[in-house]
């Protein structure tokens, strides 16, 4: 699903320069498409699977999927929201796993990568070789690895899900986090960290009671400090998918997706190295960008699964902004 989306973006941005690279890659891009379908298979009430076995291609295995006799889990996160931010999945498909998502990966403090731990034997691999040598229950190992909570955010926001989208930056927020994770431990609320980490002392420990963090009755710690980009596409989905703020070629989108109870709220930014505050209203029946008090030619966005935003021309918005005190409201 990741592979489809990167070749359909590599081709779309080729249009314009090298048409004939671009056919190609479309192609190549919708023979993936093809592929996922045949071999995937998730009909509309399926499960993807969380890997595809293929010795044989006339069989292929589906593992980490309700059908696994082998490794005991049943449900894998990351293809389940790649194949929504993909739009590899029929609306169906994509509420159906969303479906699935609610009811066997969130707990308390996110949504976890698998259903239950890899089973730990002492550190004998036999499927996961990081999972299964791993001796700290943690990140990976522990299940809630944030940068994956943050796609399955992008997630949310691609199939109009305001609230559960809000909620998501909410409870991985370091700041003020055990307003909204209950069983959160002290944790520093200064830096962004990697993980929410169950409070076992060993593996042994985890996989016999790992209910509890399901049920939010063992405190859950934080991981490791400032790392990679996760600050980074932490603010990439408050702004772009939640507040709604993209830029593209020479087009301006302003697709929020907000929780109603956010009617009247305020965000300060910068646009085009000018100071901007965007004011959000959800009153029906008056859709329109104005800027500085003055509505904008604006057409509507085509989103997959959901109603878009607007989208507007950014030379006529910019001829409107002023060095300074500049107010875009946004009614949808």
Do not use: C
């Not at 995937?40 to 696994?68: I, R, T, W």
């Amino acid at each position: 699903a990741l592979t489809y989306q990167a070749m359909k973006q590599f081709a779309t941005a080729l249009e314009k320069v090298d048409t004939n690279d671009a056919t190609k890659l479309h192609e190549l891009a919708d023979h993936i498409k093809s592929d996922f379908i045949k071999y995937m298979a998730p009909s509309e009430k399926d499960v993807v699977p969380g890997f595809l076995y293929m010795e044989n291609p006339d069989q292929p295995v589906k593992l980490l999927h309700p059908d696994d006799k082998e490794t005991g889990i049943k449900y894998r996160l990351i293809p389940m929201y790649q194949s929504i931010i993909s739009e590899v999945f029929t609306l169906k498909q994509a509420e159906n796993h969303y479906q699935i998502i609610k009811e066997h990966l969130t707990f308390p403090d996110g949504v976890r990568l698998v259903n239950k731990p890899v089973q730990y034997t002492g550190g004998v691999s036999r499927y996961f070789q990081r999972a299964e040598q791993a001796a700290n229950f943690g990140r990976e190992i522990g299940m809630l690895y944030i940068h994956a909570h943050i796609r399955y955010i992008e997630a949310m926001a691609k199939l109009g899900k305001a609230e559960e989208a809000w909620h998501g930056l909410e409870i991985i927020n370091p700041v003020d986090i055990r307003k909204y994770v209950g069983n959160a431990d002290f944790r520093q609320s200064n830096t962004y960290f990697s993980s929410s980490d169950a409070n076992f002392k060993t593996r042994y420990e985890a996989q016999e009671n790992f209910n509890q963090v399901r049920t939010g009755s063992i405190p859950v710690k934080a991981g490791w400090r400032i790392y990679s980009s996760g600050p980074g596409i932490y603010m990439n989905q408050l702004i772009s998918n939640i507040l709604g703020l993209r830029l593209r070629d020479e087009l301006i989108i302003f697709d929020p997706v907000l929780p109603g109870y956010f009617d009247g709220l305020q965000f300060s930014f910068k646009l085009f190295d000018k100071p901007v505050t965007f004011k959000y209203h959800f009153a029906r029946g008056t859709e329109k960008v104005t800027v500085n008090g003055k509505e904008v030619k604006a057409s509507r966005l085509k989103e997959y699964y959901r109603d878009g935003g607007f989208i507007v021309s950014r030379n006529e918005l910019e001829q409107l902004l002023t060095e300074q005190d500049n107010i875009i409201r946004i009614d949808l």
